[in-house]
């Protein structure tokens, strides 16, 4: 009879759950799973007369012999890291002065002020730093007027326009997690590690970065995956020298129409943004559950 | 012999305001030294004016004979336990008591040495591989304590550190650190809002009041001969009474106390006939009788009514409403049984002999 009641209540309890759930895994399975599982299986395939298809690898043959493709490919990570490092290197000291320093209204009011750019569309934020950094732009003719040049030079379609405006664009998404990972951080074991003989360096590498660490790295993991996965501000402000790898994927699906071939693009670069993270993560000694909880 | 702590006329303020106000205090080696005073008093002011991480805007603090004008607190020959211990919970127990050694670019033997040995001293040998976390409180206030005194610091600095344990531990911690302190020497300088852990630790205290101490002396003179109404009230438990001295007779004064009732008490510092007064007398300073005859000859006697009875063991005491005035009196129980059976509602007799009860000018402030 107990038992019987305990079961009751367990079931119930089950149906609960699966309700609580539901939404959550229709998104989950039809949006992201699905799609994902149909790309996989575009990407093996090839055409071999209409409307048949076979299993093949030619997809992922012809990333490996086109130099442009693996090219674009590397470029895109090593330009992703060194962006997410710069977002890093800018946004700590910067979260360090809300978290720690800035009191009250100062606090907040610097917090919104790294909000202000996101109310302003990113294709419209992008086309703000074009019309600055043209040839014919604020800053060429400012630099002129200035007598730091001499004629107005371009200042868009370099790869340092692409990394500042990926920065630009990522900022934010550092600053949360450092502020809140910052802000958890005792004063006094600060104060306790200078009394005990610490200086600047040391206890900033044994005890602010140590207790930050999850926060940097879910920093890291989301100003990474959103770089990598960027479009709109590499292809704006690179022009045509940008290669970035999403252009790539997106040449395939719309301008040449080759899906086989955008689904393995596809592929290979959720393959890069999974295996860098596992990487990074590793490096670091962290692990997913702890960083996300931070994020 | 030279005091490992001279405090010289420091003052400091905040936006205008004193928090320490031109103090001076001088701890000899080997001795423990509190700081007792109620929060905000700026005791803790104090504590980082030695530290070193607040300066002082006016005197200077002199350690071991040396000035530390200017001596940045990771230079100074002083530690702090902090008020919640502050453990870098990113370090195991070994790296927490190592790292002030570390920092001193001792070697990785000698300080897996020195760190074993401390553990081993402050009763947590093996403790080194732990992480805080999974350590008691009272193994982190060890771990704390540690992992200053491996540094052999002239000085020691305590703010607090019992505040955040329970009652029990923390009567328990309070002998301990009282064996640690003795065990080890480290001049200690200890602060806190507790009297019972300044009187039970300290070989001086000082209370502290508004920026400023009220009185510097061994726990038995600040407990049996107040030196200030603040003191009389603040250390120990006391009954105060307001009032107007009507007479003085050498050291004792006679008080006349708004409801009417007439006390004699002994006399501190300048007091003229009229002159509005407070005076206290300690719980335990009361004789209590059901039978009037049988108190002392030469106390002032009393009558009054139980109003309750306050029972905590030796710490017993019974609220009496004396019968003319109305005055409440809280007047200890006798550990010897003989007033076990005392009831509310009872009517007692009660005595204190003037010499046992203290009378101060009244403070202008009037509180």
Not at chain 2, 331 to 343: S, V
Request: a neutral charge; one cysteine or more; proline letters at 5%.
């Amino acid at each position: 009879m107990a038992a019987d009641t305990v079961n009751r209540y367990g079931s119930h309890h089950r149906v609960a759950l699966a309700l609580l759930l539901a939404p959550a895994l229709v998104w989950l399975v039809g949006l992201i799973v699905l799609p994902h599982l149909e790309l996989a299986v575009i990407s093996f395939r090839a055409r071999v007369a209409p409307r048949v298809y076979e299993l093949s690898l030619d997809q992922y043959r012809t990333f490996v012999d086109e130099p442009l493709y693996w090219h674009t490919f590397v470029r895109t990570a090593v330009m992703s890291i060194l962006a997410t490092a710069c977002t890093l290197a800018i946004a700590f000291p910067a979260a360090w002065y809300i978290a720690k320093i800035a009191r009250g209204r100062t606090k907040a009011k610097l917090f919104v002020l790294c909000l202000i750019p996101f109310w302003i569309s990113e294709a419209v934020r992008t086309l703000g730093w074009m019309i600055l950094l043209r040839e014919s732009g604020v800053l060429p003719r400012l630099l002129v007027q200035l007598g730091v040049t001499d004629a107005p030079v371009e200042l868009l379609y370099h790869d340092a326009t692409i990394l500042v405006g990926l920065v630009y664009t990522s900022l934010l998404f550092m600053m949360v997690p450092l502020v809140s990972a910052l802000e958890s951080l005792d004063d006094s074991l600060i104060e306790a590690a200078y009394d005990l003989g610490g200086n600047g360096w040391s206890i900033f590498r044994q005890i602010i970065v140590p207790h930050a660490a999850p926060g940097i790295a879910a920093g890291s993991i989301v100003v990474f995956m959103l770089t990598l996965g960027n479009y709109l501000t590499p292809t704006l402000l690179g022009g045509k020298n940008s290669l970035w790898f999403t252009e790539q994927i997106y040449t395939q699906f719309i301008t040449r129409f080759n899906w086989e071939q955008g689904a393995a693009f596809g592929f290979l670069l959720l393959v890069l943004s999974t295996a860098i993270v596992w990487l990074g993560l590793a490096v670091s000694g962290q692990r997913l559950g702890d960083v996300l909880r931070r994020s | 012999m030279q005091p490992d702590l001279e405090v010289d006329r420091v003052t400091k303020r905040y936006a205008g305001l004193l928090a320490v106000d031109a103090l001076s205090l001088s701890v000899d080696r080997g001795s423990f030294f509190s700081i007792l005073g109620p929060s905000g008093c700026g005791k803790t002011t104090l504590l980082r004016l030695i530290a070193g991480f607040l300066m002082p805007d006016e005197g200077d603090v002199r350690i071991g004979g040396h000035s530390m004008r200017g001596v940045p607190p990771n230079r100074r020959l002083v530690n702090m336990v902090f008020q919640h211990l502050a453990l870098f919970p990113m370090m195991s127990v070994g790296e927490n008591v190592g790292y002030g050694l570390a920092r001193r670019g001792i070697g990785r033997s000698e300080i897996a040495a020195r760190v074993a040995a401390m553990l081993k001293r402050v009763g947590l040998p093996g403790a080194h591989d732990k992480r805080v976390d999974q350590l008691s409180g009272g193994q982190r206030q060890r771990v704390a304590i540690a992992r200053s005194l491996v540094l052999e610091p002239t000085l020691l600095l305590l703010d607090e550190p019992l505040g955040a344990l329970d009652l029990k531990l923390r009567e328990h911690m309070k002998i301990e650190l009282k064996q640690l302190q003795a065990d080890f020497g480290t001049t200690c300088v200890y602060i806190t809002h507790d009297q019972s852990e300044a009187l039970v630790l300290s070989d001086r205290v000082a209370v502290m009041n508004a920026g400023r101490f009220e009185q510097i002396g061994s726990p038995q003179e600040l407990y049996y001969e107040p030196r200030t109404p603040f003191v009389a009230g603040f250390v120990g438990a006391n009954n105060r009474l307001l009032g107007r001295a009507l007479r003085i007779d050498g050291d004792v004064v006679e008080i006349a106390t708004g409801a009417g009732l007439t006390v004699r008490a002994r006399k501190h510092g300048d007091i003229v006939v009229d002159q509005p007064v407070e005076a206290f007398a300690r719980p335990e300073a009361f004789d209590l009788s059901r039978d009037a005859a049988e108190l002392p000859p030469g106390a002032q006697r009393f009558a009054g009514r139980v109003e309750s009875l306050l029972f905590d063991g030796a710490n017993s005491a019974v609220l009496v409403r004396e019968a003319r005035s109305r005055a409440e009196i809280r007047i200890a129980l006798p550990q010897t049984g003989r007033f076990a059976d005392l009831a509310v509602g009872e009517t007692i007799a009660f005595g204190v002999e003037p010499a046992r009860a203290a009378c101060f000018a009244a403070r202008s402030d009037g509180s």
